[in-house]
């Protein structure tokens, strides 16, 4: 392995490090407190289910396009595609059935939490289509993982705000 590939390695692993990190904390101080109701429980589960069938369908695409199209994608890009569509469809179906938060979370930490994530990844993203790197021969890169999950943490933050505004209208003319 190269030093190229061997720094691309160590920056995803120090990523995901610092992801898990960040996650124990956030677990550690409460806000992420995941106790869901049997409603939730059972929303959650069939967002699961299509989250999955969704991965698994797009992972097929991804993988008959590469055939069919030749190389277009990065292999860490087509994958991330590929997650980033399974989990915008569990997050969108959790938001949409009420169960995507406990019953102790506060929206306004989720929502701040998904706004900085994806600004930063958004921001990586910028920096990437500045200085060429994004595509390289007509080839989506691996520096487009960024802003591929900065746009699915931007949809799934989009539809959390626009359900939160309007449901306490829907619950007035109740």
């Known amino acids: 392995m190269d030093h190229y590939h061997a720094g691309i390695a160590l920056g995803l692993a120090i990523g995901l490090l610092a992801g898990f990190l960040f ?16 409603r939730q429980e059972r929303a959650r589960g069939k967002a699961f289910q299509y989250g999955f069938f969704t991965l698994l369908i797009s992972a097929y695409a991804y993988a008959v396009s590469d055939m069919v199209l030749g ?29 995507y938060l ?22 990586f993203g910028v920096l990437h289509h500045i200085h060429p790197g994004l595509v390289e021969n007509g080839v989506l890169t691996y520096r487009a993982v960024n ?28």
């Open 23 to 38: 996650v124990a904390f956030l677990f550690k101080r409460k806000v992420l407190d995941m106790h869901f109701d049997e």
């Open 102 to 123: 406990s019953l102790r979370e506060k929206p306004r930490t989720i929502m701040t939490m998904f706004a900085l994530l994806s600004s930063v990844n958004l921001g």
């Open 147 to 174: 802003p591929i999950i900065g746009l699915a943490t931007l949809v799934i933050l989009v539809v959390y705000i626009v359900n939160y505004l309007l449901r306490p209208r829907e619950e007035e003319e109740e």
């Open 71 to 99: 190389r277009w994608c990065d292999p860490m890009a087509g994958v991330t595609l590929c997650v980033a569509a399974g989990m915008c469809v569990f997050a969108v179906t959790c938001i949409l059935k009420d169960a």
